[in-house]
């Protein structure tokens, strides 16, 4: 069941680019996350939304702004891309007083 | 504030027994259990809510201290397939709806 898809799976940008990904879900939740990984700190919390455009900062949100336009489509903007920005990136659904489904992964790197 | 795991890592034989620990220094409303496989996403598990109610894996089991805002997952009779890194997220009672994520726990079971 493909409830939540990222796109793309896989990119390479220069630093100064805007890099722009996509998390696209088929639940209906109302609650959507963008969630950074790198090795030793787990997953950290970018953004989330709680609702067709409403939206909130997290704990590592500098250099990231987010759209929610419709309840399925949540973006991660990554304004001018930077090498400290290279992670794999995570988007999480929620239904309400349950567990998150976490897409596929974004694996970006930054050269 | 990110929750603390411990251990950081643990080697078991199959049919052996562990236990992860999750504590936060904050009052909480509620801790997620997720598994992640190398190269994969971050699955579900389990959450704990306060007041007792627990959703989620039939074959994982858990407790949660409310007074002392720790949180122990039970790896019993382990099998290969839970080989993985786990990860605790705690959600606090002033901030619902977002989960800050341990560092993780690598758990690796051998035949």
């Known amino acids: 069941d493909a409830g939540i898809t990222q796109s793309p799976r896989h990119k390479v940008t220069e630093t100064g680019t805007p890099v722009t990904l996509r998390c696209h879900q088929t639940?209906?939740?109302?609650?959507m996350y963008w969630y950074r990984q790198d090795p030793g700190h787990g997953l950290r919390l970018i953004h989330y939304?709680?609702?067709?455009?409403?939206?909130d900062k997290g704990e590592v949100s500098d250099g990231y702004s987010v759209s929610r336009s419709k309840t399925e489509d949540f973006l991660l903007t990554l304004e001018s891309a930077t090498s400290s920005q290279t992670s794999v990136y995570f988007c999480?659904?929620?239904?309400?007083?349950?567990?998150?489904?976490f897409g596929s992964g974004t694996r970006l790197t930054v050269v | 504030q990110q929750p603390v795991q411990s251990p950081q890592a643990v080697i078991l034989r199959e049919g052996e027994d562990a236990v992860i620990n999750c504590s936060s220094s904050?009052?909480?409303?509620?801790v997620h259990w997720y598994r992640q496989k190398h190269g994969e996403a971050p699955v579900f598990l389990m959450i704990?809510?306060?007041?007792?109610e627990q959703k989620g894996h039939e074959k994982i089991s858990a407790s949660f201290n409310e007074k002392k805002q720790q949180s122990s997952l039970y790896l019993t009779a382990s099998q290969l397939s839970y080989s993985g890194t786990y990860f605790c997220?705690?959600?606090?009672?002033?901030?619902?709806?977002?989960?800050?994520f341990g560092a993780g726990t690598q758990v690796v079971v051998t035949p």
């Open positions: 904050k009052a909480l409303y509620s």
């Open positions: 939304s709680y609702g067709v455009k409403d939206t």
């Open positions: 999480a659904t929620r239904a309400e007083t349950y567990g998150y489904t």
């Open positions: 997220g705690t959600e606090m009672a002033d901030s619902w709806g977002k989960l800050q």
């Open positions: 639940e209906n939740h109302r609650y």
């Open positions: 704990l809510l306060k007041g007792g």
